[in-house]
């Protein structure tokens, strides 16, 4: 395991003890978190005071250079860290942020296949946002409670 500042070196960014903190905690999480998460984390786990302005700039460059990945969550912008698999195809919740990794051959068949113009692979990382089960069944749930309501509603209103 490379050190975090050799880390930040290899992706150019340059190291401050702030900054290796971020890093650090970042590296904490196993699924996605937000930033408030990480500013509040910050003070309570790891002892540094840092200003959201810092926090939201730094997963900014963290992103640039590869290190976290930046999804949609309900509305709401995450993180988590780029994975360690540098051939990996998730599939996201966007509901739960519940990670899966998808094992579809065929699929990575065709990336490694594909044809590469003056370009060497040496990794992937591709990331296919939906729903899990839970998450699209408490929606279906949601919608025909919603159905239920409007036509109560407009059976009223016609009776
Ligand atoms: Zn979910």
């Known amino acids: 395991m490379m050190a975090l500042t050799d880390y930040l070196h290899v992706h150019g960014l340059r190291s401050t003890p702030e900054r290796n903190a971020l890093l650090k905690a970042v590296y904490t999480y196993d699924g996605y978190?937000?930033?408030e998460t990480l500013s509040f984390d910050m003070l309570e786990k790891h002892g540094f005071r840092v200003c959201r302005a810092t926090v939201y700039n730094n997963l900014g460059l963290f992103e640039e250079a590869g290190l976290v990945q930046?999804?949609?969550?309900?509305?709401?912008?995450?993180?988590?860290?780029?994975?360690?698999?540098?051939?990996?195809?998730?599939?996201?919740?966007?509901?739960?942020?519940?990670?899966?990794?998808?094992?579809?051959?065929?699929?990575?068949a065709q990336i490694e296949d594909m044809r590469k113009k003056r370009f060497v692979m040496t990794g992937y990382s591709l990331s296919i946002q939906g729903l899990c089960g839970k998450c699209s069944a408490a929606l279906k749930r949601k919608r025909k409670k919603m159905e239920k309501l409007y036509s109560e509603k407009n059976g009223k209103g016609k009776n």
């Open 70 to 108: 930046r999804v949609w969550l309900n509305g709401e912008t995450g993180y988590r860290r780029s994975w360690t698999n540098r051939y990996s195809i998730h599939m996201i919740c966007t509901g739960c942020g519940s990670v899966v990794e998808c094992s579809d051959d065929k699929v990575r």
């Open 33 to 35: 978190f937000k930033p």
